[in-house]
């Protein structure tokens, strides 16, 4: 089940809009026409990047009046941090298990 919250949130920022949507947001709500504006897409287009992005968890969306606002959901990026956390220490064990195979048998025979 993580891993596949892992894979929603990196297909989702696998999409050079999305992630610069991710990055406004992460300084604070944004409006959805705000967004469109500042990254000269439409409004058709915007909310389809929106709606990916509350699937995966890192965006959460409210209405404020007739304004519709964005703002970043952290829980989509705890799903990265622990996927990240989990791969380094498989990664170190590797590493430190090649780590000893070379220091037994320095020449590479």
């Known amino acids: 089940m993580q891993a596949d919250a892992a894979d929603q949130v990196f297909a989702a920022l696998g999409d050079a809009t999305r992630r610069a949507i991710v990055k406004r947001v992460a300084q604070g709500p944004q409006s959805v026409s705000a967004l469109a504006a ?3 897409v439409t409004l058709t ?3 389809q990047h929106l709606h990916v992005l509350q699937t995966c968890g890192l965006l ?3 209405k404020v009046g007739r304004v519709r606002m964005c703002e970043l959901d952290a829980q989509g990026l705890d799903v990265l941090a622990q996927w990240v956390a989990v791969n380094r220490r498989m990664w170190e064990q590797r590493f ?3 780590d000893a195979l070379l220091q037994k048998n320095p020449e590479g025979k």
């Open 96 to 98: 430190d298990a090649l």
């Open 38 to 40: 500042a990254l000269d």
């Open 60 to 62: 959460r969306t409210r």
């Open 45 to 47: 287009a915007i909310s």
